[in-house]
């Protein structure tokens, strides 16, 4: 806890993000009947389980020969074993029936000797060595069990459960419908883009970064506007974002001129309003949280690098509750050599913007310099942050760190095959 | 070149790939003009650049006061210099006009004191440490450059850079259309999901799996339904499918029972047809790349493993060819330890499905062990590849090595920050 001017004390990340991920919950959600085309990034509503076996037969994993392994048992490089290759759906004592790879073993069969290491000539194969039970042979039951649970509600579908869930014989899934999250902005100096600008105002930038993460991860937006710095207005769009929206993200209007308009304007309209103002995060410090009628409200900086970086650390969590899945999703963290020390801040959760590059086969991290906190172009440089704890300095020259990736390490950088 | 049987010979995965796309050519493809909150994933079809400085004004950095720096000059801790606090749009020497973070600094001033190292009473401030140049200030055009090229055609748009195009004012964005490519499945056994399958059929998996992969980089699939083994028929339907999309990939009858069924029925459909068929990767080695009408045509394996992993290697990077992006998005690559060795095979690069975690701080890569290759559980098993080389004949245990990743790392074992 840190005193400081406009905030009483500031709450820590962790402690901020429990109490309000705690005081709202998700609503079992509608769902939707989808075609297997159409699930790609949705949520499971249901558990997938498997109707049958995967494969429902035994099958030869290999270009051969389908056999009897004991037929094989004296079979050695110097005493080749000879079979009479037939055609039929099964196979007796010393037959062998030719199997590509995929094809069902034929009855009786329970080994398939690999087409290299056999001699076909006429009607007669000859293997010289030995085989044991089922090898080159892919049992059914041996990708999935009948009755196994192979996709638990709450998984976000991937083209490789889609595939299995086809495999199984699935068509149709069903996948929570899309949360809608409305977003304000507000702040008399902000005007939107494709009007025009006067000079001292800024367009609205913030709306677009926030809706194209909220989309990101697979969740709806609606744009309510920009509002005015006016208590009243701002609450009359709460409300009636509130009535649409199944979330509500605000920007702007935190700590302007020493005044918290959004955060008063959320307590007006209903309980339990504001959970958490003002958070040990840099840069993102002016960020709350909130909770009306039950639904989530984030209440973020105008500035956009903080707004960006405040919905990375409690929108995310929140969007990925909203879904419907069962644990958050986190960005992928990745191991990388630090070029230039960082500096945190004692007692704040910092939020360093970063370049990772593959030079030399060697992941490198760049700090990506800024000397405000509303540069939105060091975002498009950087393609992940490095998180400093709160109990931290900074961290040294050629130290390893994490990195949380969010965006692609560029090709000139990368030889990854 | 490796001889095997029903391949003359096995070309390299680079020498295929470099072969293949240059082969043929993206048609400067139709473009979308689309609003903002539309373009998220989109690849831009124009230069986006600065039609103004960012910021267009200078503002303040901080909370607190904007004087002139030389005002300061004498300030110390043991000498403390006043100011008079005005309202107005200018300050003049002597003079200090209290400013919040993100406003215009006023006409004259130079600098800013944060709020914390003043004294505020009635209308005279006390300033005791001197202040730079544009100390706490945010130049005009300090984030971007009137002029400056901020996002080149070609680029893939994330919320950070449709921010930077929303704060230089643009609203609308030329983006591309998404090309649309098109999937054929073959063979006897196979049937549609959402139909009842005999015992030794099997349902169409690759399809949706292959879709899935093509809708996850931002293109769009048709389903041009499941052809029998027969040469005419698939020569009839890849002439269909080509009347219409920008690309093709089949699935299935690359050695039908020795037979190479859709490697000849595409030569049958035109010129050049064929480029490469045959190649030295794991598990795909039955994987063609032809070119028809000058479009892009991939000849997958009916093994849902081995063909997703034909398009993990020839398939993406042609999709994001097709794309219209720059340069080819490859998976972010992940240094981690590996728990157990895993073979590779001379001549042939292999791809291992593996599986990620974070354990203690340390990542580190579990092989994903399967007898066949068919076996799609495996990729729902995994969240990345190992890639081994062709002069390699495998990877030692404890060895730190890179991991392509293709999926979450769960969060069991997370703990980014």
Redesign the interface.
């Known amino acids: 806890m840190v005193k400081l ?2 905030f009483q004390t500031l709450t820590s ?1 962790d402690e901020a993000l429990k109490a309000w991920l705690f005081a709202w919950s998700t609503k079992e959600s509608q769902h939707d009947m989808l075609f ?2 159409d699930v ?2 949705r949520i499971l509503a249901e558990d997938i389980v498997a109707m049958d076996n ?4 035994d ?1 030869s ?1 290999m ?1 051969g020969y389908a056999v009897r392994y004991k037929d094989t048992i004296d079979a050695s490089q110097s005493n080749t074993v000879k079979f009479t290759v037939v055609e039929t759906d099964e196979v007796a004592v010393g037959q062998a029936k030719q199997v ?3 094809n ?1 073993l034929p009855k009786g069969a329970d080994a398939v000797a690999m ?2 290491n056999t001699v076909h000539e006429d009607s007669v194969l000859k293997i010289h060595n030995a085989l044991t039970p089922y090898i080159n042979v ?1 049992r059914h039951g ?3 069990r009948k009755g196994q649970l ?2 638990k509600k709450g998984t976000r ?16 899934l069903k996948v929570y419908q899309k949360p809608i999250i409305a977003i304000i902005a507000t702040g008399n ?1 902000i005007v ?3 009007t025009q ?1 006067d ?2 105002q ?12 909220c ?2 991860l697979g969740a709806e ?1 609606i ?1 309510f506007g920009i509002v005015r710095d006016n208590i009243e207005e701002i609450s009359e769009k709460i409300s009636q974002a509130l009535k649409i929206a199944d979330a509500l993200i605000t920007t702007g209007g935190t ?4 005044l918290d308009l959004v955060p008063d304007a959320v307590n007006r309209v209903g309980k339990p309003g504001v959970i958490v103002h003002g958070i040990a995060l840099r840069p993102a410090m002016p960020t709350g949280v909130a909770v009306l009628n039950g639904k989530p409200v984030m209440i973020l900086s ?3 690098v903080a707004s ?1 970086i405040g919905f990375e650390v409690f929108g995310r969590p929140a969007v990925c509750k909203l879904l419907g899945l069962n ?10 050599t630090l070029t230039r020390k960082v500096s945190g801040v004692l007692g704040r ?1 910092t939020y360093v913007r970063v370049l990772v590059k ?1 030079r030399m ?1 060697e ?1 490198i991290v760049e700090p990506v310099s800024a ?7 060091t ?2 440089q950087s393609n992940g942050y490095v ?1 400093i ?1 709160e109990n931290c300095e900074g961290l040294r020259e050629g130290e390893t760190v ?1 990195v ?8 000139d950088d ?1 030889n ?2």
Chains 1, 2 share one sequence.
């Open positions: 001017h406009g990340v297997l085309a790609y990034g995967l494969p429902c037969f099958r994993a270009d590509w790879t995929g069902p087409l290299e892919i041996e990708d999935v192979v996709a579908l991937n083209p490789y459960n889609i595939g299995l869930a086809a495999a199984l014989g699935y068509s149709v100096e939107a883009v494709g600008a000079k001292h800024i367009f609205d930038s913030n709306k677009f970064i926030l809706s194209a993460m989309q990101e937006t744009d700590s302007v001129g020493g105008g500035n956009p960006l644990e958050p999703e986190y960005r992928l963290p990745l191991k990388a959760k593959l086969g992941l000397k405000g906190h509303s540069a939105i172009s975002m498009t998180v704890p994490l949380q990736m969010f965006g692609n390490i560029g090709v990368v990854v095959s």
